[in-house]
């Protein structure tokens, strides 16, 4: 059931659209949050009051590979298959790694994005966008730590996949290098020394540029701020040492880049601009519990922000919760499309929240996360209805019932005392499965008890 309202776009000029995605930004890694001293992000707390902050924004899993799948398609990544990260050591060596001394072996998943999807990029292309992918794709294969360029297989790139332009993306989760030379086969070696996240601004603005006089769509996903942990000596040093701190300042001066071009070639009130990350940060995410990998709020909620010069009313917040599967429906209402003619679409627009509608309905998001993380509560489900989530943990067989709006750092188990609450998530969240046929774990036949 489609929840929010359809305000059809085709009889209007269609809008530019920018979708910055980040890569491991946790929630509180953002300066207008207010948790990590020493953050400086002048530009993106710009973004907030100028815009809309969406405080329960979710990625569709814990980690990368999943989310942008989700993304692209419009689908959970337990639906398009694509349930984990597309492991840079290769499937084989990733799976003995990670099933070693486990009950249940991880679910099975792909390595690389199936050519029959349709992407957004294809799905904006028909409505006469030019389209772009510059940055971290990691949906082209897996075993990219073997390559030299990091391309697995080229016709798995998001220039097979409807993108038009394609500077960075390929098989690679993290960058080779954070400095040129960049040994990435999408992109050209500039400078010596040239830092990646400076020059992926750049390529943005080049496209921008390029396509001022029509609709475009830009997706920039940036590789920062994925570990290696790497960033220019100087910023290093204003930030007394912390690098992460650095690679954030230098990632929000890259998104003053991007809306200043936009504000001198006077396209902000035509351009809708999205700020994302792809999942929880690794380095703490208060006020929430857990980081990325795990199921846990700080594994899945993230930093979002919506702006659109004099269509999204300036420093407004949004709290209905919302996924990344939600993006695909968005974009193509915005673009004037009709979401219903794409099958098996997961996601609902966000337009009506961004006019600051309130006419939604409670329903369900789903989490479907098959496999071992170090990092905390993973190899599990998860669903979050309203106030409630629910979480089941495969392996060990423990289950989570958090009241959110009371506890938002999941500090209070209250299964006990809200049984008939946890059974309807349960029954909710096995029926999702059975519709969208998630691959399940299975025993270890290796595992010794």
Not at 187 to 214: C, H, M, S, V, W
Not at 248 to 269: C, F, H, P, R, Y
Not at 343 to 366: A, Q
């Amino acid at each position: 059931m489609n929840c929010f309202s359809q305000d059809s776009t085709s009889n209007e000029i269609k809008p530019n659209i920018v979708f910055i995605i980040v890569d491991d930004l946790g929630y509180s890694d953002v300066e207008y949050m207010n948790q990590k001293e020493g953050i400086k992000t002048p530009n993106i707390n710009k973004l907030t009051k100028t815009g809309m902050q969406f405080t329960d924004a979710y990625a569709a899993a814990p980690v990368c590979s999943p989310t942008r799948a989700s993304i692209v398609t419009g689908k959970s990544p337990a639906s398009v298959k694509i349930t984990c990260h597309i492991p840079g050591m290769g499937m084989d060596k990733y799976l003995k790694k990670l099933n070693q001394g486990k009950r249940l072996k991880e679910a099975y998943f792909l390595d690389h994005l199936p050519q029959e999807e349709i992407t957004i990029a294809e799905a904006l292309n028909a409505q006469g966008y030019a389209t772009a992918y510059i940055g971290k794709w990691h949906l082209g294969g897996e075993g990219s730590i073997y390559t030299e360029d990091g391309i697995v297989n080229p016709k798995f790139n998001p220039d097979h996949q409807g993108f038009d332009v394609n500077i960075g993306g390929c098989a690679y989760g993290q960058p080779a290098s954070y400095f040129s030379p960049y040994k990435n086969g999408t992109i050209t070696d500039g400078p010596t020394g040239e830092y990646l996240t400076d020059r992926l601004g750049d390529e943005a603005i080049n496209f921008i540029e390029q396509n001022k006089d029509r609709p475009f769509f830009l997706n920039l996903a940036t590789y920062t701020v994925h570990t290696p942990l790497a960033a220019p000596d100087k910023i290093i040093e204003e930030h007394d040492g912390n690098t992460y701190f650095a690679m954030i300042e230098k990632l929000d001066q890259n998104v003053g880049k991007v809306m200043n071009t936009l504000a001198d070639l006077n396209l902000l009130e035509n351009t809708i601009v999205v700020f994302y990350s792809d999942n929880g940060g690794l380095w703490g995410n208060l006020p929430l519990k857990g980081k990325k990998g795990t199921l846990n709020e700080g594994g899945i909620r993230v930093p979002m922000v919506v702006n659109w010069k004099g269509k999204i009313k300036a420093g407004s917040v949004c709290n209905t919760p919302v996924s990344s599967v939600d993006f695909f429906p968005t974009f193509i209402e915005l673009a004037g499309g009709i979401s219903s003619v794409y099958p098996k679409l997961e996601g609902i627009s966000m337009v009506s929240l961004f006019n600051g509608k309130k006419n939604i309905c409670e329903r369900p998001l789903y989490w479907h996360f098959p496999h071992h993380r170090k990092e905390g509560l993973s190899m599990g489900a998860a669903i979050r209805k309203g106030k409630w989530k629910y979480i089941i943990a495969f392996e060990t067989e423990k289950e989570f019932l958090y009241n959110l709006d009371e506890d938002i750092a999941e500090q209070n188990n209250v299964l006990d005392t809200y049984p008939n609450k946890a059974k309807e998530l349960t029954y909710n969240l096995r029926a999702w499965q059975r519709e969208v046929d998630a691959e399940m774990p299975i025993e270890n036949e290796d595992f010794k008890k």
